[in-house]
């Protein structure tokens, strides 16, 4: 069936890096844009940015634009979102999430990938 | 501050019927028929329930019925049923810079 599975838990000491992925299984990666979307513990929905897996192409919400790189590897079937010099508040469960131009909406969700900066 | 405005928190009994409202502007709620609802029990990802503001994906029970007037959309939930407790979410299309904005949530009480 469609799905996205996305890689496991990470814990990162603040300035590091993370690099979590998604990887699109029952259709064509290539056949939609993907976006990411986190969640802060007990908070809402917050959107990152999306990126064209045919093209590569990428657009981020201006917030995350200096420390956000969306890419992809369509060998893989796999999109991978990396954000760089990490905060305390940046600890959040991140969704990648299929855009269905049809819907004009979010139809396919990852399970979420929780990311935590502690030092 | 989420860009789109959702009350906090609604109930309702079991077979009762509750709507939640989502207010934007309209640079986005108002402008667009771009509105969608995702439903996310805890601990669980995001499950799209309406889209382009009043259609169910395949799936969706017809409880689940959305609509807009002006800048604000509702999301209603007819014969409350208690595996619908949980928080909803709005999200539309948006000219600003972020593309595509959410509400705050809305955590929903079945009583």
């Known amino acids: 069936q469609v799905q996205l599975v996305q890689s496991g838990a990470e814990v990162k000491k603040p300035g590091a890096s993370v690099k979590v992925s998604c990887k699109a299984s029952?259709?064509?990666?290539?056949?939609?844009?993907m976006h990411w979307v986190r969640q802060a513990p007990g908070q809402g929905l917050e959107w990152m940015g999306w990126i064209n897996p045919t093209s590569g192409d990428t657009n981020y919400a201006q917030k995350f634009q200096a420390r956000v790189t969306m890419t992809r590897d369509t060998s893989i079937s796999t999109a991978f979102m990396d954000l760089s010099r990490l905060r305390s508040d940046d600890t959040a469960v991140y969704y990648c999430?299929?855009?269905?131009?049809?819907?004009?909406?979010?139809?396919?969700w990852g399970q979420g990938t929780m990311v935590t900066v502690s030092s | 501050q989420s860009a789109l405005t959702q009350p906090a928190s609604v109930s309702g009994s079991p077979g009762q019927s509750i709507t939640i409202s989502c207010t934007g502007t309209s640079r986005d709620v108002g402008g667009y028929n771009y509105v969608s609802w995702y439903q996310q029990h805890p601990g669980k990802a995001p499950k799209l329930m309406i889209y382009?503001?009043?259609n169910r994906p395949s799936g969706v029970s017809n409880r689940f019925s959305g609509s807009k007037s002006g800048n604000t959309a509702s999301l209603t939930i007819s014969g409350l049923q208690a595996e619908d407790e949980a928080y909803y979410y709005c999200?539309?299309?948006?000219?600003?810079?972020?593309?595509?904005?959410f509400g705050g949530g809305t955590k929903l009480t079945v009583l």
């Open positions: 999430a299929r855009w269905n131009w049809e819907m004009d909406a979010f139809d396919i």
């Open positions: 029952g259709y064509t990666l290539t056949g939609y844009y």
């Open positions: 382009d503001v009043s």
């Open positions: 999200s539309s299309y948006t000219t600003s810079n972020t593309l595509e904005v």
